[in-house]
């Protein structure tokens, strides 16, 4: 016999059909996006000019950094504030459901630091 089987709760078995995508997919299409966990965790302070966001993320582009910050503020997750027009500045700020997300990043934060994953 199997002991993974034979001690494993059969409540949630692979058995389960979705119509749809289950719950962790769907949160994953949320956060699951290259640099969004980054981008949450930057803005966790306060908000946060766009050229300064773009600094503290080295590795990313600032391309990328604008198609996912219009990704996030799309579902809600932060919010975009124009500071002035001439030159541009524009801030983001993370909003309440962004904030929501935050213990998950912390976990994540340390189950990465614990298992140096």
């Known amino acids: 016999m199997n002991a993974i089987t034979d001690s494993t709760p059969q409540t949630d078995t692979a058995q ?50 604008d198609q996912r910050l219009k990704e996030m503020e799309q579902q809600g997750l932060v919010k975009r504030e124009v500071i002035s027009d001439r030159p541009v500045a524009v801030s983001y700020e993370i909003t309440a459901l962004g904030q929501s997300l935050l213990g998950i990043l912390q976990q994540l934060k340390q189950w990465t630091e614990q298992y140096e994953a």
């Open 16 to 65: 389960t059909t979705c119509n749809q995508p289950c719950p962790i997919e769907r949160g994953m299409r949320i956060i699951g996006g290259k640099w969004k966990g980054s981008i949450l965790w930057h803005l966790k302070d306060g908000p946060v000019r766009f050229n300064a966001l773009c600094r503290q993320m080295s590795g990313a582009s600032k391309k990328m950094i």
